[in-house]
């Protein structure tokens, strides 16, 4: 699946940016992409994406070999999820059995799912922008694992659930996982599987 000359990285993306290189309509044009962050190769790309206002652990390559197989094998990933208000069991139970959400204007299922509450916030860089402080309520921290990625997918099961998401920070794909890498920091791989 990998050839020799290809290029692996991890990326912790921070909030603001898109995952993408150059800009596909005059609506982005003040975007912040992911070249500013490192010098990848020429031909590199994400595997797959994570929307302007989500953070957390990005693939990318010069394998499209390789961004095929990870985008479509149902690999999972893991997110944690900060939430408006202390989720119910009975929301955590929904979310693990699938929750209706709309996809491109038509109901969908979604696939069922890992969901647990954190026992302990976890211990990110602060956002860029600030999400909001104890005096609006207090707020829970989720572990959500997928294996699909439909658009703004966690978002809207949450909020389908009645507990909008504040904070969205992936923290594994697969067997990759941040590890130890610094918000906005590129890390080479060997290999990605």
Same mark, same amino acid.
């Given at each position: 699946m990998t050839k020799k000359a290809d290029k692996h990285y991890k990326l912790f993306k921070p909030y603001g940016f898109i995952s993408q290189f150059v800009i596909n309509g005059k609506q982005k044009r !003040? #975007?912040?992409?992911?070249?500013?962050?490192?010098?990848? *190769? @020429?031909?590199?790309? =994400?595997?797959?994406?994570l929307d302007e206002t989500s953070e957390g652990l990005l693939l990318l390559t010069t394998s499209g070999a390789?961004?095929?197989? /990870?985008? @479509?094998?149902?690999?999972? #990933?893991?997110?944690?999820?900060?939430? &408006?208000? +202390? %989720?119910?069991?009975? =929301?955590?139970?929904? +979310? $693990?059995?699938?929750?209706?959400i709309t996809i491109n204007g038509k109901k969908y299922l979604t696939k069922s799912c890992k969901a647990a509450v954190l026992l302990q916030a976890p211990d990110f860089p602060r956002r860029g922008k600030k999400i909001r &402080?104890?005096? !609006?309520? *207090?707020? @829970?921290?989720?572990? %959500?694992?997928?294996t699909e990625g439909k658009f703004r $997918? /966690?978002?809207?099961?949450? =909020?389908?659930?009645?507990?909008p998401t504040l904070r969205l920070v992936?923290?594994?794909?697969?067997? %990759?996982?941040?590890?130890n +890498? $610094?918000?906005? =920091?590129?890390? *080479?791989l060997q290999t990605i599987q």
């Open positions: !003040h #975007k912040r992409l992911l070249g500013e962050l490192y010098d990848f *190769p @020429s031909g590199t790309m =994400a595997i797959g994406r390789t961004s095929t197989y /990870i985008t @479509s094998t149902g690999i999972e #990933k893991e997110y944690y999820v900060q939430v &408006d208000g +202390l %989720i119910t069991n009975q =929301a955590l139970e929904t +979310l $693990q059995n699938g929750v209706n &402080d104890s005096r !609006h309520g *207090p707020t @829970s921290w989720l572990s %959500i694992t997928l $997918q /966690i978002r809207k099961m949450t =909020a389908a659930v009645g507990f992936r923290v594994r794909i697969g067997t %990759i996982t941040l590890g +890498l $610094q918000m906005g =920091a590129v890390a *080479p």
